[in-house]
């Protein structure tokens, strides 16, 4: 167990501000103990701050406001214990983030983002974060990234069968764009389509049977519809053709005054990946889940072990 900075929980520190010839006292107290180390009222502010003005502009209630804001507190102020302890164990193992990896971060993000340092700025004044903040956050992050190689990710294990599912579950992530070469052919009477099928069925090729039969324009190009992907089309047209697979037809269809039927020419797979070709996307994915997991259990069991009293 670490040494216990002992505070009593009602301590105030007192600090004094001039405002032109007039002085006034600001009463600042500590909202957490984290091991030896202290979080303040005014550090709290200052992280919640902003998201405090957004609060206070909403169209919510005075009640909501408040309860919303006393839960922003509650969470911010949870972020701000895991940091510091973070912090703590990052001195702890002799962890050190120099200048140069804060800049060299700072200039791999303008990079990514295609900024200046001037854009940089103005983005973060947006978010009425100053320059320093911003690379303190930096600073963190990084120690962060450095404490969970050292505690965290070789405890990270992905296997091939957490791969194969991982791809099962998500197919629809990996499948790509399915469209439909298609054809069709049109007769104004159910009879006249009925004959039709009963040429088909007795080998005629499909082809075939819309250069000689089919009413539509499009008889000449023995029935070419052309490429489509299938929300093109109303509900009937998509349940009567989904279930087909290639060289297949449709049962009748209901054309407006007449009837058609529709020919699956071929089925056109775009974009889509095997689970070779995704084989690495997957462990990327997996890999961050599981050290996210791990870094959220690895700072759970650093508050098990640790003084840490909130006083908010």
């Known amino acids: 167990m670490k040494k216990m900075l002992v505070v009593p929980a009602v301590v105030c520190l007192f600090v004094t501000a001039s405002f032109g010839s007039a002085k006034e006292a600001v009463i600042d107290r500590i909202v957490a103990i984290v091991n030896n180390d202290i979080i303040t009222l005014s550090e709290?502010?200052?992280?919640?701050?902003?998201?405090?003005?957004?609060?206070?502009?909403?169209?919510?209630?005075?009640?909501?406001?408040?309860?919303?804001?006393?839960?922003?507190?509650?969470?911010i102020l949870d972020k701000m214990v895991d940091r510091t302890l973070t912090r703590q164990e990052a001195a702890k193992h002799n962890i050190i983030v120099s200048d140069a990896d804060i800049q060299s971060a700072i200039e791999n993000f303008k990079k990514q983002n295609n900024l200046d340092q001037e854009g940089l700025e103005k983005g973060?004044?947006?978010?009425?974060?100053?320059?320093?903040?911003?690379?303190?956050?930096?600073?963190?992050?990084?120690?962060?990234?450095?404490?969970?190689?050292?505690?965290?990710?070789?405890?990270?294990?992905?296997?091939?069968?957490?791969?194969?599912?991982?791809?099962?579950?998500?197919?629809?992530?990996?499948?790509?764009?399915?469209?439909?070469?298609?054809?069709?052919?049109?007769?104004?009477?159910?009879?006249?389509?009925?004959?039709?099928?009963?040429?088909?069925?007795?080998?005629?090729?499909?082809?075939?049977?819309?250069?000689?039969?089919?009413?539509?324009?499009?008889?000449?190009?023995?029935?070419?519809?052309?490429?489509?992907?299938?929300?093109?089309?109303?509900?009937?047209?998509?349940?009567?053709?989904?279930?087909?697979?290639?060289?297949?037809?449709?049962?009748?269809?209901r054309a407006g005054q007449g009837y058609q039927i529709i020919y699956v020419e071929d089925i056109l797979e775009t974009g889509g990946k095997t689970l070779d070709q995704a084989k690495d996307e997957i462990q990327d994915i997996l890999y961050g889940e599981q050290v996210e997991q791990k870094f959220a259990d690895w700072i759970a069991s650093l508050k098990e072990n640790a003084h840490v009293k909130i006083l908010l």
């Open 124 to 253: 973060l004044e947006a978010q009425d974060i100053t320059y320093a903040e911003y690379q303190d956050r930096i600073k963190e992050d990084i120690m962060q990234s450095m404490l969970i190689n050292r505690a965290v990710r070789s405890k990270v294990i992905i296997t091939q069968a957490d791969i194969e599912t991982y791809y099962e579950n998500h197919a629809d992530a990996f499948k790509g764009e399915k469209k439909y070469k298609l054809r069709n052919i049109l007769m104004d009477t159910k009879q006249g389509i009925q004959e039709v099928v009963s040429r088909l069925e007795k080998g005629l090729p499909f082809q075939e049977a819309a250069r000689q039969y089919s009413m539509a324009s499009n008889a000449d190009e023995s029935g070419d519809l052309g490429v489509f992907d299938m929300d093109n089309f109303n509900e009937a047209i998509r349940d009567a053709v989904l279930p087909l697979k290639e060289k297949q037809y449709s049962d009748i269809i």
């Open 44 to 75: 709290l502010n200052d992280a919640t701050g902003p998201y405090k003005e957004r609060i206070a502009a909403s169209d919510t209630s005075q009640a909501d406001k408040k309860e919303m804001i006393r839960s922003l507190e509650r969470d």
